[in-house]
């Protein structure tokens, strides 16, 4: 079928090139600062800091945070999604 299409193709190169630039790239990055020191040695540090209570205070509320923007745009669009599958359907 993509050779039968080559906008399709193009497009899905494209699609692809941009999710592993922008997700996947930045993805790796972070977990790999997450396990490694500057110095390419490997430590857990950035770990321990989430029992520390200088730190903890601070990691809650990033999390509390976090949640609070995400579920409410995670439930939002869901049911725009199932309003816009509906109506399709129907």
């Known amino acids: 079928m993509l050779a039968q299409d080559p906008v399709l193709l193009a497009g899905l190169l494209v699609a692809g ?13 972070v977990i790999a600062r997450g396990f490694f020191t500057p110095e390419a040695q490997f430590s857990l540090e ?7 209570p200088t730190y903890s205070r601070h ?24 309003i816009f599958a509906y109506s399709y359907v129907s």
């Open 46 to 52: 950035q770990f321990r800091r989430y029992s520390d």
């Open 59 to 82: 990691y809650r509320l990033i999390f509390s945070e976090t949640m609070q923007m995400g579920t409410p745009s995670a439930f939002l669009g869901t049911a725009l999604g199932f």
């Open 17 to 29: 090139a941009f999710i592993l630039m922008f997700v996947v790239w930045p993805l790796v990055r």
